[in-house]
């Protein structure tokens, strides 16, 4: 192949000689304005930048075009050599409008080993470039219309009826944002729903998990709270008469006060629970680690064993998803299970901060008993 290539350089004898190649290339060091060496190789694109970068004169014309056009022609040596390029003044050159230019016209040619045959293009001549390329290109995709988005996938899953009463339990009260530090009020009975509901589910879910749910809700039931009251935080505080049984020392056992504390902690275990469950951990690990940080703080010593052995009949974390698919699929449960820790979490928050208003309550009550 080199041999070939020197025959043929002999046969087209010097460099100025040669044929001009009209192929487009980026600029020499005198047109770019660079410092350094050209490179042999190193563009052969047209350019379509900024013309800023074309502000210098062109290179001294070497001859004529067939096409009578003036053909302008820089000679880059081999790596090594510097460029040499003459100083004589540049012809004038027409601008080339998009229909007269040709963008194969500017790859013909070919390169040659060590040394390059470049025909610098004007700057018209690049822009007639861009714009041709521009309207090569293919159009932006139109934006869609916001009526034509797909609509939230519906749950499927067995949390489904503990998510609707929940969201509704947190979304349609007045005095509050979507859970959190702001959250000042609930819907009481959109909430006791809620608590139904996914006691239902603990029971599905295996080892009579919703008994420990239940109990409490039973309490909630049978309170002497104002029952006419909307929200769960104002319907609570009006059952504090009932704890002057105590002196206001501690919470009547049989009472709102005491389940809701209950409730708060439990709830708290099965958040992060389902936390570790939709992070891809397996059941066991997740029960266990979930309650040293939860539930495990609170219990006594007789109650620990009791729960952590009703937790050990919670199947393993395929079987658990597959008890709670329902209509839907273990995507759907995996779904679902974050759902319900991004509501569970400000919810927890809620019936905790609860609680100190009523131990607040009870120590202010306590204090203005007579001596």
Known sequence: QVA???????LEGPRSARPIHR????PSREVAGEGGRRRSGFSR?????????FQVSDPQPLRKSPDGETARNVVV????????VSSAAPPATRATTEAEFDVSSVRRGTKLFGDWDIAPVSVQELLAACLVQDARAEPPAPVKDPQQFEAPVARRSRLAPVLGKFEAAIGSTAGGCAGGKGQQELQRLPMLEGLQEFAKLLDAMGGGMGSYLQTNISKLERSKADA???GYREWLLSELP?????????????????ANLWIGWTLEFFVEFFAHLHEGKDTHGSANSAYERTLGKHHKFYQRPLFLRAVSRIPPRDELFAKLQGAGSAADVKR???????LGRPLVAFLLRANEEMDRRMQQERKALPA
């Open 4 to 10: 070939a290539v020197t025959a043929r350089r002999r």
């Open 23 to 26: 192929r487009a290339a980026m």
């Open 45 to 53: 694109k047209i350019c379509c930048g900024s013309s800023a970068a």
């Open 77 to 84: 040596p081999p790596v090594g050599d510097e460029p040499q």
């Open 228 to 230: 006419s009251l909307g």
């Open 242 to 258: 009932v704890h002057a049984e105590t002196g206001y020392k501690s919470f009547v056992d049989d009472s709102a006060f005491m």
């Open 336 to 342: 679902d299970l974050g759902a319900f820790v991004a």
